[in-house]
């Protein structure tokens, strides 16, 4: 398997601009997450999806952030419109039944709006 | 609710040295205990569990014992490399639930 595989690795953007960050979850999970790393905040759950619904969103930080799964193999996690604030590293995470299995990361997409 | 405190870094080694990577944590029930490490530039992997208390997860030379008297779970390697320079992270999970907690992080960076 080729992992969670997370599009693109790296993204530069202005301010008002619209961003989507794409993730492909391993074949098989049923759980999938979306994280944001930043130095002065760490690693922040924004949202997390069971069986392609969203379970819980209380991490997403506003309504500028919005995040979808249409179907088992993909998900997107969209920002209009950006803030320079919003630079950060989004990691997508896949798992199978609960935590406990450990979940498995992508390699992050960095974000970088100017 | 469910909380993990890990010792802040950086943490600077030299090659050989000792690492140990304190790791506490408040939960309600059972939970299970990992710690994930973060390469430069890449996502993070898991890099050992351990499910119930006195169980020990080891890997890569790494071990950390589940130590329910003192809800701790401290990462320790005898003899660290280059390489072992990475950001690593103390998470929990409680049984039947999908999400994992994760500690602050903690950056040891090994020097030659």
């Known amino acids: 398997d080729a992992g969670v595989i997370q599009s693109p690795r790296h993204e530069v953007t202005e301010m008002g601009q619209e961003v989507t960050l794409r993730c492909k979850p391993i074949s098989g999970h049923n759980s999938l997450f979306w994280y944001r790393q930043t130095m002065m905040r760490g690693l922040e759950l924004l949202i997390y999806?069971?069986?392609?619904?969203?379970?819980?969103d209380s991490g997403m930080p506003e309504d500028r952030f919005s995040a979808k799964m249409p179907n088992a193999s993909f998900s997107t996690l969209k920002i209009q419109p950006s803030e320079p604030r919003d630079s950060a590293v989004y990691f997508c995470?896949?798992?199978?039944?609960?935590?406990?299995?450990?979940?498995?990361f992508g390699s992050g997409t960095r974000l970088t709006v100017v | 609710g469910n909380s993990v405190t890990q010792m802040e870094g950086p943490v600077t080694l030299s090659e050989e040295a000792f690492l140990t990577i304190n790791c506490t944590y408040t939960?309600?029930?059972?939970?299970?205990l990992f710690w994930y490490v973060q390469y430069p530039g890449e996502g993070l992997q898991l890099l050992l569990k351990a499910t119930k208390a006195d169980d020990k997860g080891s890997n890569k030379g790494f071990e950390a014992t589940y130590r329910k008297e003192t809800t701790s779970f401290h990462l320790e390697k005898g003899s660290v490399q280059v390489s072992d320079s990475a950001v690593y992270f103390c998470?929990?999970?409680?049984?039947?639930?999908?999400?994992?907690?994760f500690g602050a992080g903690t950056t040891v960076t090994v020097r030659a």
């Open positions: 939960a309600t029930g059972y939970p299970s």
């Open positions: 999806f069971n069986n392609n619904v969203p379970i819980d």
């Open positions: 995470a896949s798992s199978f039944g609960t935590a406990k299995r450990g979940y498995t």
């Open positions: 998470a929990l999970t409680e049984a039947n639930d999908y999400k994992l907690s």
